[in-house]
């Protein structure tokens, strides 16, 4: 079955979501708000950073609080709208 690109940068969304999720972890007050909302703990998150739940949670993190979706998307050089794409591409993962 041919995938069906939803992330218009045509980057794949594994890898921008796992940009995006390096650029939330920078900062630690970011970083614990992350991890409360998404009730993960650190060990979870290391073990399982690269699967497509994990990386939707993370970017579902970012699209609820806009200031940091735009501010992330302006750090990893690509646009709120790709996270947003990558995010539902993630979803049917």
């Known amino acids: 079955m041919a995938r069906t690109d939803t992330n218009k940068d045509g980057g794949d969304p594994t890898q921008l979501a796992l940009r995006a999720l390096v650029w939330t972890l920078a900062e630690p007050e970011r970083a614990m708000r992350l991890l409360s909302v998404t009730g993960l703990d650190p060990h979870d998150l290391r073990s399982r950073a690269s699967s497509p739940a ?4 993370a970017l579902a993190f ?7 979706l735009i501010a992330c998307a302006a750090a990893i050089d690509t646009t709120p709208q790709a996270l947003v794409n990558a995010h539902a591409e993630l979803e049917t993962m």
Do not use: G, I, R
């Open 54 to 57: 994990v990386l939707a949670a």
């Open 62 to 68: 970012l699209e609820n609080h806009e200031p940091d």
